[in-house]
């Protein structure tokens, strides 16, 4: 993000949020957080880093409305169901956590038990979790109350999938990795965000970028747009128009010196032949 070069351009410091775009991505993940929300399911949206898997799951909680369920430990990789034992009391009732294992195991159930919509555990950055945690997470799920089960949907967001290898979590779960924009879609946030206010970029400079093969991400589109934009404000230009998004996407190429025509090239003499040379010289 180059949030001075964005204000040059007459830009917020960022542009894309709350922009809302309609992918192929996101209506898919949607599908499966409302299957969280309404039948307590356990999903993976798996992508890369910058396709969008945040982003899309957070829009699709927002339009569902769950109750919903968030760990705030950082350190994905040392979260337990201890952890998220303890989220979900806090998120979803003015309950402090017991301090023994099965009181507080009771205690989440009663809690789950008693809510008149199905929560969702949404982690992030997922594929970190040990797989001790995942498993938890079907233990979780298996609890039951008054004859109802599950009492709880799972969405977790990462690179990969933890529970590939957890046979018994795998077969209970359902996944969907997210491709990326396509050409149509990126043109569209491209020029929805950065063209708001006034043009900054032409549509004929948004087609470059967007057909760029390192343009597969949001994340790695927003990057090619801030450096044509401070490729436009270098040149002292208002818009990023195609040459300036040709010149950051195919840089001229630094070429070696190209071999006379008639004249052979000479060797560089070995160590040898120098040496040599000066024993006569001498």
């Known amino acids: 993000m180059d949030i001075l070069t964005r204000d040059r351009m007459g830009l917020p410091p960022d542009p894309w949020s709350g922009l809302e775009i309609g992918t192929a991505d996101?209506?898919?993940?949607?599908?499966?957080?409302g299957a969280a929300a309404t039948a307590g399911a356990m999903v993976w949206v798996l992508?890369?880093?910058?396709?969008?898997?945040?982003?899309?799951?957070?829009?699709?909680?927002?339009?569902?409305?769950?109750?919903?369920?968030?760990?705030?430990?950082?350190?994905?990789?040392?979260?337990?169901?201890?952890?998220?034992?303890?989220?979900?009391?806090?998120?979803?009732?003015?309950?402090?956590?017991?301090r023994s294992g099965e009181a507080r195991s009771g205690q989440v159930r009663r809690i789950l038990g008693g809510q008149r919509r199905t929560p969702v555990l949404f982690v992030d950055e997922a594929h970190a979790l040990h797989h001790a945690t995942v498993r938890g997470l079907k233990r979780l799920r298996e609890l039951s109350w008054q004859g109802?089960?599950?009492?709880?949907?799972?969405?977790?967001?990462?690179?990969?999938?933890?529970?590939?290898?957890?046979?018994?979590?795998?077969?209970?779960?359902?996944?969907v990795t997210m491709a990326g924009p396509t050409r149509e879609e990126a043109s569209r946030a491209l020029l929805g965000a950065l063209n708001a206010r006034r043009q900054v970029i032409t549509p004929?400079?948004?087609?470059?970028?967007?057909?760029?093969?390192?343009?597969?991400?949001?994340?790695?589109?927003?990057?090619l747009a801030?450096?044509?934009?401070?490729?436009?404000?270098?040149?002292?230009?208002?818009?990023v128009d195609e040459s300036v998004a040709g010149a950051v996407l195919a840089p001229p190429s630094i070429r070696t010196a190209?071999?006379?025509?008639?004249?052979?090239?000479?060797?560089?003499?070995?160590?040898?032949?120098?040496?040599?040379?000066?024993?006569?010289?001498?």
């Open 47 to 98: 992508g890369p880093r910058g396709v969008g898997k945040t982003r899309a799951v957070r829009e699709a909680l927002r339009r569902t409305e769950p109750p919903l369920v968030e760990p705030l430990r950082l350190d994905r990789e040392n979260l337990h169901l201890g952890d998220i034992q303890a989220a979900i009391v806090r998120d979803l009732s003015d309950e402090r956590p017991r």
């Open 148 to 175: 109802r089960s599950p009492l709880i949907g799972v969405v977790l967001a990462g690179q990969r999938d933890a529970a590939a290898r957890i046979a018994e979590v795998a077969l209970r779960s359902d996944r």
């Open 204 to 223: 004929e400079a948004a087609a470059r970028l967007v057909d760029d093969d390192r343009a597969r991400t949001w994340l790695d589109l927003q990057d």
């Open 226 to 239: 801030d450096e044509c934009m401070a490729r436009a404000v270098a040149r002292g230009a208002e818009t």
């Open 258 to 282: 190209a071999k006379r025509p008639g004249r052979a090239n000479a060797a560089a003499p070995s160590d040898e032949a120098v040496a040599a040379r000066l024993a006569e010289a001498s």
């Open 26 to 33: 996101a209506a898919r993940v949607a599908v499966l957080v």
